[in-house]
């Protein structure tokens, strides 16, 4: 039986605690399901989001979380891809035209149409959300809740950011911030064969990115982090940015070899200075990168069932995300945090789909 009203983060105003409240549980109009969630990463981009820190801000009050696992309880009219009990994961891209030149050509995550959970539309931060079926992803069974959750956004958004530098297996890459996207970035470059070198803050991170197989790891807090990659590997064929932090995009592309890729992955509010004449002379490629399309999304998760590819979780409670989102703006989480929203397998809807 599904309930009448649930649990669900609101966002109320923005840079104001979170407020957790009885909604309405909603009903899946034609081609969309009614989930209910499992578990969710929370990202650093729902702190941007509840923060209003991007020029283009979401409408109040609004309900964040793009990385939503869970199966589905209720279906729409029109849907036939998916049915009641379905392991399924709900991520950024909540939906695209399916028409325009960007989705017909393999780039729906540039679609003008798009919407966002946990930005244009509700997310996943409750006990159930909505989500159009043919953009679910569909979880590998060998993959619980919990571990598949940080897949659906910094799982694919770094295993892209990869793709997008072009290193090649035996080249060098650099992962600027070994975070929630940091630390998985650093197994898929390994799984693709790259050399991997991470930057971050304090020896604790840096240790913790060696741990995952980074090869080297230099502490910004105490070395200079572009002459230490000059230094030790002559430059990086590619640098993948997803720290927080403008000040780790100028250094990004001083750690560039000659003909070297930087991706910006990170979003942190601002802007930074460009060398031009070290761009133009050096070949630099300089590019953005926004999550990863469905196939990408599928990709990442099959690397993730395979086993190479494993975030290191901690779960708390849906009730908890104030503290999450101070440790996360005080760069104190290790990994990613996942909000445990199921009782485990309390419910009859998940005993029935064989949930883990
Ligand atoms: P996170 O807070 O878990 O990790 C950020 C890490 O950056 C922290 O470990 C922090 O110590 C590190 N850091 C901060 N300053 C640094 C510096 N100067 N040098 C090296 N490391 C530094 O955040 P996250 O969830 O990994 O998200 C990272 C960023 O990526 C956010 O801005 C988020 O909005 C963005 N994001 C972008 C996309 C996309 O599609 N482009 C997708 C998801 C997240
Ligand atoms: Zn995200
Ligand atoms: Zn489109």
Request: charged share 20%; with cysteine.
């Amino acid at each position: 039986m599904i309930p009448k009203t649930m649990k669900a983060v609101v966002v109320e105003r923005f840079s104001a605690p979170l407020s957790i409240r009885e909604v309405p549980v909603p009903e899946p109009g034609p081609g969309e399901v009614l989930l209910e969630l499992a578990a969710s990463g929370v990202c650093h981009t729902d702190l941007h989001a509840a923060d209003g820190d991007w020029p283009i801000k979401p409408k109040l009050p609004f309900t964040p979380g793009h990385e939503g696992t869970g199966i589905v309880v209720a279906v729409g009219s029109g849907v036939t891809r998916l049915k009641e009990g379905d392991r399924v994961g709900l991520a950024w891209l909540y939906s695209a035209c399916g028409r325009c030149e960007f989705c017909v050509s393999g780039w729906e995550t540039l679609c003008l149409q798009q919407k966002n959970a946990g930005y244009s539309v509700n997310g996943s931060f409750a006990q159930y959300a909505l989500a159009k079926a043919d953009y679910l992803a569909l979880i590998p069974r060998q993959l619980s809740f919990v571990d598949a959750a940080p897949i659906l956004c910094a799982g694919v958004t770094t295993y892209k950011g990869l793709k997008e530098t072009g290193v090649r297996a035996g080249q060098w890459v650099v992962i600027l911030g070994a975070g929630g996207l940091g630390h998985v970035a650093i197994q898929y470059a390994k799984a693709m064969g790259l050399h991997v070198a991470v930057v971050e803050l304090g020896a604790q991170k840096a240790r913790f990115a060696k741990e995952l197989g980074a090869e080297i790891a230099i502490d910004a807090d105490s070395q200079d982090p572009s002459s230490e990659i000059q230094r030790q590997i002559g430059g990086a064929h590619g640098v993948l940015v997803t720290a927080v932090s403008t000040a780790a995009f100028k250094e990004a592309i001083g750690m560039l070899r000659r003909h070297g890729t930087c991706v910006l992955v990170g979003i942190p509010a601002g802007e930074f200075p460009l060398p031009i004449f070290d761009v133009v002379l050096n070949r630099y490629t300089i590019l953005g990168s926004i999550v990863g399309t469905r196939l990408d999304l599928q990709e990442a998760l099959q690397f993730a069932a395979e086993g190479k590819v494993k975030a290191t979780i901690e779960t708390v409670p849906l009730e908890a995300i104030n503290e999450v989102f101070e440790r996360l703006r005080n760069g104190e989480v290790q990994g990613r945090v996942v909000l445990g929203i199921a009782e485990k397998a309390s419910t009859e809807s998940f005993r029935r789909a064989g949930a883990h």
